[in-house]
């Protein structure tokens, strides 16, 4: 994957979020209470963010995730899988930072990211401040952190 500027992620890293349908978001709502959702998310070369839209019609501006970043903006997202279980080989990558919302634009964003489904008006930006990894750019068991901002 050849890149036109430096990127906060790896090109390993890159590649692996691509080719990822599924991660799981944390927030916190007001309460300090915690909350993990699975959800789809998309890399935006443009921002070099994480870009997380709902489908259309769900109402995303609606949703506890959306009310917890819009409260408390730092949040975290993780995406991951199992290689292999024969010697066991987890990979993932951990990714922290601060989210802004949007309530509109949504629609117009999904069709410049090549969305296989029409956008929600809201959506969110994960901004990174550290990316952890393991299992990409190093083995299984030892960790790639670093802060990016």
């Known amino acids: 994957m050849q890149r036109e500027h430096m990127s906060v992620f790896s090109d390993n890293e890159l590649e ?3 080719a990822q349908q ?36 769900t109402g995303m501006r609606h949703s506890a995730k959306f009310r917890n970043a819009a409260a408390r903006p730092d ?19 951990e990714i922290r930072g601060r989210v802004e919302v949007h309530e509109e634009g949504g629609a ?23 990316v952890i990894s393991w299992g990409i750019d190093c083995s299984s ?3 790639r952190a670093r802060d990016v901002a």
């Open 22 to 57: 599924l991660g799981r978001f944390a927030s916190v709502d007001v309460r300090s209470r915690p909350q993990v959702r699975p959800l789809g998310f998309f890399y935006d070369p443009e921002t070099d963010g994480i870009v997380i839209g709902g489908a259309e019609g």
């Open 75 to 93: 949040v975290a997202l993780v995406v991951d899988d199992v290689v292999t279980t024969d010697g066991w080989a987890p990979r993932g990558v």
């Open 16 to 18: 692996y979020l691509a």
């Open 108 to 130: 117009a964003l999904g069709r410049r990211l090549r969305a296989s489904f029409p956008f929600d008006p809201a959506w969110m930006l994960l901004r990174p401040r550290r």
């Open 141 to 143: 068991f030892d960790l």
